[in-house]
């Protein structure tokens, strides 16, 4: 056994062993990966040989890279040490092969060019006669450091230091991230899976060429596409036939395997309902990886229908001599599911149709509640290998990783029935009664709803903070409305001035006297009647005290129905653009009555749901253009800036006398695909022109052309860490309205499942 040292990435840090142990295993072979850290990216493990080693690392999404290790020490003389007493049958094996030296620093800072060559010279003991060679050498040689962070900056020494040949690169040092970016595919929805992760769970999954793959809940097909990447043949159904058609001929699932040049890979997508599949019962695939429905867009749902007596008989109804639920326009009448008893069918399901040793990967929303055990499914066939956690704010998410074992293993079986209340998609979180500025909807009756503001008297001048922010450079952004604009005639109006929304609705009510509001009566915390600097706007009126404590509560009209308000989420936290944290709903109860609530008052609190999404969902959209336009903008401003470089120095080689050209010749573009050839005289270059705009040119001398430029390329790349961090947090703020409103849905589940229990024991 060989010493190798491996480079990880610190990115998703739990499940970094599980991919590692699982690439392992595709090839064969166990891998003891105890010494592995959260602190530090490196660590030392034993292998056979560097054919194992490449093995390991090859297709891995979480680590970089994987060196045959020469030496380790605390400090550079011990490094030296320890290199020199282990190269001594290694070094004579590369003595003649080209090779060049790297340093790979972990959280230290950027070493001048003097000082790398001054830390490469002191390996010359090794004695390479070798040509050095930048690109592509033989070998490459890697001095790798790992620094402490004191304070805000790293310790002046590294606390560990490395040296060794570098074996292999990962998946992520070859750019398969930036490939597989959602933004650059052709077809991609706001729902659709982070690619890193994607990856990561086909590789937790085995996937392997000629393995059959199968995603119950394809969408846009995240999982397929990461498969394919690794040579299984993909198979896809979802009971949406939107998400399957796309959106045209070239923005659809099949475009974007031709895009990755698998289309090879892409078996097929149906439109079917998992739970009704239409498989032939022999059938088996070699694993299962997806991401079920949390109940977004139309809910949770399967082919059904939750008021039977409507559909009795309808079975016999024929059309044309066809019955009707034969033809092609026939329109398969859904019902709401639980996430729970979905589970229960997707384990049963893989237990079937997986081979012995096939892997089912999925991943589970959990709230985050420490008091309250997290029970997740669990099948008597299938053994629960990883259970690995991604935490977000107030919930989580969990990728489970389940084998198929043989005749002989018998485990546990959790189902839905067994999990009961303590599933985490309906774990009721105790709430403090401290002081809230949160919205709260109670059910007054059986038709009724009352909207109701509540916040303390002490906590007014903190609680009511703006909701605006703008979006991107462009100025695309929401507002709510000005006082003056928030109360109309007998109705109360929300708008959202940047036309995302529109009038979301006036109350009809015709009783005035609910409306009769005086000037005094609206509290606002607009300092200005600036209508880009947003403000909330509160009503209130002197109600006299509710009698807890110094809570104030305003009836905005008994008989008010829900579907006619735009009620804005209260919420206090914001990233550093000033974008509004979604708020995660801990205990449903406090915004629904389960024992007085009807149908249709949870379906219309779900609309208010989606309207915070889809605010959220436009946001991305603008982020992932800006991001897309910079893509395209900061490779041609680093080319413009590396070509006046070059002018200047070959400029300068002139003046000094060096014996270079005195002219070169390029090739400008003057349309897309047509080329010209020009001849530049770079000895009396002092000016270049550059366009700044469509049809704006500027003359600038070199110098200042380049610091131009410099500053513009360092500002895209500052704009596109911030976009792509934007972009990060709207997604996990759109993954938390997904969450609420499948919490929500699975709740209605539960609560007409009982109602129909309690009917029928009555």
């Not at 060794?164 to 991230?177: A, D, W, Y």
């Not at 867009?297 to 559909?311: H, I, N, P, S």
């Not at 010749?665 to 001849?679: M, R």
């Not at 596109?720 to 997604?731: M, S």
Request: charged share 25%; aromatic share 10%.
């Amino acid at each position: 056994m060989k010493d190798y040292l491996v480079y990880m990435s610190q990115a998703h840090l739990g499940f970094r062993q599980a991919e590692l142990e699982s690439l392992a295993s595709i090839h064969g072979f166990q891998v003891d990966l105890s010494k592995m850290s959260d602190e530090s990216p490196f660590f030392v493990v034993q292998l056979e040989d560097d054919r194992q080693a490449a093995q390991l690392i090859r297709r891995s999404v979480l680590s970089k890279a994987i060196y045959e290790l020469w030496g380790q020490g605390t400090t550079l003389e011990d490094l030296h040490k320890d290199v020199q007493a282990r190269s001594t049958e290694l070094a004579p094996l590369y003595k003649q092969s080209s090779f060049k030296f790297d340093i790979v620093s972990y959280q230290g800072s950027r070493k001048t060019r003097a000082q790398q060559l001054a830390l490469f010279e002191s390996f010359s003991y090794l004695a390479f006669e070798g040509k050095i060679q930048m690109k592509k050498p033989d070998q490459t040689f890697a001095i790798l450091e790992s620094y402490q962070i004191i304070g805000q900056a790293p310790a002046p020494s590294p606390d560990q230091l490395y040296f060794g040949r570098q074996i292999e690169t990962s998946e992520r040092s070859r750019g398969v991230l930036e490939r597989h970016e959602i933004a650059k595919r052709p077809y991609y929805g706001t729902t659709t899976f982070d690619a890193e992760l994607a990856l990561v769970s086909c590789n937790l999954a085995k996937t392997a060429p000629g393995h059959l793959i199968y995603d119950p809940f394809v969408g846009t097909g995240s999982f397929a596409l990461a498969a394919a990447h690794y040579g299984s043949l993909t198979y896809g159904t979802d009971i949406d036939f939107r998400a399957l058609k796309g959106k045209g001929p070239d923005r659809r699932l099949a475009t974007n395997f031709k895009k990755y040049g698998t289309s090879n890979l892409f078996g097929d997508v149906l439109c079917m309902d998992f739970t009704h599949n239409a498989f032939r019962s022999d059938l088996k695939f070699d694993a299962i990886v997806c991401d079920p429905p949390y109940g977004v867009r139309e809910g949770l749902k399967v082919c059904g229908t939750d008021r039977e007596e409507r559909f009795e008989g309808k079975e016999n109804v024929i059309i044309n001599g066809e019955y009707a639920y034969l033809r092609r326009d026939f329109i398969q009448p859904k019902k709401n599911y639980s996430l729970d008893l979905l589970l229960d069918d997707l384990l049963q399901f893989a237990s079937e149709r997986l081979p012995v040793g096939g892997r089912l990967c999925f991943w589970m929303p959990v709230a985050n509640d420490q008091y309250i055990p997290t029970l997740v499914p669990q099948h008597e066939k299938l053994e629960l290998i990883y259970n690995l956690v991604q935490e977000f704010n107030k919930w989580s998410r969990r990728l489970l990783v389940y084998v198929k074992r043989d005749a002989n293993y018998k485990g546990a079986t959790i189902t839905s029935q067994e999990r009961g209340l303590q599933n985490d998609f309906h774990l009721e979180s105790s709430r403090s009664s401290s002081t809230s500025s949160s919205l709260e909807l109670s059910a007054l009756g059986h038709d009724s709803w009352s909207l109701t503001l509540v916040w303390a008297e002490a906590e007014v001048s903190d609680s009511l903070s703006g909701a605006s922010w703008t979006s991107d450079s462009q100025g695309v952004g929401t507002s709510w409305s000005s006082k003056s604009q928030l109360v109309e005639g007998d109705g109360l109006t929300t708008v959202l001035q940047d036309g995302l929304l529109g009038t979301a609705g006036e109350s009809q009510s015709s009783n005035s006297g609910l409306w009769e509001l005086e000037e005094s009566d609206i509290v606002s915390d607009s300092s200005n009647n600036d209508n880009s600097l947003v403000s909330r706007t509160w009503l209130r009126q002197s109600l006299g005290d509710s009698g807890d404590g110094n809570w104030w509560s305003v009836d905005l009209g008994k008989e008010q129905r829900l579907e006619d308000e735009l009620v804005e989420w209260s919420i206090n936290e914001t990233n550093p653009r000033g974008i509004p944290q979604a708020k995660f709903i801990e205990k449903i109860e406090d915004f629904i009555d389960a024992k007085t609530c009807t149908d249709d008052d949870v379906s219309l609190f779900l609309k208010e749901l989606q309207v915070r999404l889809q605010q959220y969902k436009f946001l991305e959209e603008n982020k992932r253009n800006t991001l897309g336009n910079l893509d395209v903008k900061i490779p041609d401003i680093q080319k413009t800036l590396d070509m006046c470089r070059f002018f200047k120095e070959r400029k300068q080689q002139l003046d000094q006398g060096d014996d270079v050209e005195e002219t070169v010749d390029v090739n400008y573009e003057l349309n897309d695909t047509v080329y010209s050839t020009a001849e530049i005289d770079i000895k009396n270059l002092d000016h270049v022109s550059l366009w700044l705009g469509a049809d704006i040119m500027m003359d600038y001398p070199i110098d200042e052309a380049i610091e131009m430029l410099e500053k513009r390329l360092a500002g895209a790349l500052e704009n596109k860490a911030i976009t792509i961090e934007d972009l990060e947090y709207l997604r996990s703020n759109i993954t938390t309205m997904e969450v609420n409103t499948a919490r929500v849905y699975n709740w209605d589940v539960q609560r007409r499942k009982a109602l129909k229990e309690a009917e029928a024991t009555s």
